[in-house]
C-alpha cells in the first residue's frame, strides 16, 4: 500500500506564489507518473500537471507559464510551484501516483487527501 501526504496550500493574494507537496510512502518499487489534480467548487476534478518517470511533463492550459512541478527522486516527493495565482485557481488540490510495490507487478493509482488552495484579495 502506498500514502500520499500532502502540505502547502494556504491563502494567497492574486499574484502571489504556493508550493505544494506531495510525499509518498510504503510499497514503491518503480513510478510510472505522478500528477497534481484540482477541483473548485461545483467543478470536475481536472488535470493540473503530471510528470512522468522519464521527467517528461505536461500542464493543463490554464496553468502553463505559471505553475511547474517537479520531483525529488530521494525523498519520493512531488512539487507544484504555483506563481502568479489568479482566483480562479482557488480549488482543493490533490496528488495522484502510479506505482508498481514490486518489478513486473502491476501498476497502481493512488490519491492525497487533497489541500486547499485559496486566492483571495
Known amino acids: 500500500q502506498v500514502q500520499l501526504v500532502e502540505s502547502g496550500g494556504g491563502l494567497v493574494q492574486p499574484g502571489g506564489s504556493l508550493r505544494l507537496s506531495c510525499a509518498a510512502s510504503?510499497?514503491?518499487?518503480?513510478?510510472?507518473?505522478e500528477a497534481w489534480y484540482r477541483q473548485a467548487p461545483g467543478k470536475q476534478r481536472g488535470l493540473v500537471a503530471v510528470?512522468?518517470?522519464?521527467?517528461?511533463?505536461d500542464y493543463a492550459d490554464s496553468v502553463k507559464g505559471r505553475f511547474t512541478i517537479s520531483r525529488d527522486n530521494t525523498k519520493n516527493t512531488v512539487y507544484l510551484q504555483m506563481n502568479n495565482l489568479k482566483p480562479e485557481d482557488t480549488a482543493v488540490y490533490y496528488c495522484h501516483l502510479v506505482s508498481r510495490p514490486e518489478y513486473g507487478s502491476n501498476w497502481s493509482d493512488y490519491w492525497g487527501q487533497g489541500t486547499q488552495g485559496t486566492v483571495s484579495s
Open positions: 510528470i512522468t518517470r522519464g521527467s517528461s511533463t
Open positions: 510504503g510499497s514503491i518499487f518503480s513510478i510510472y507518473a
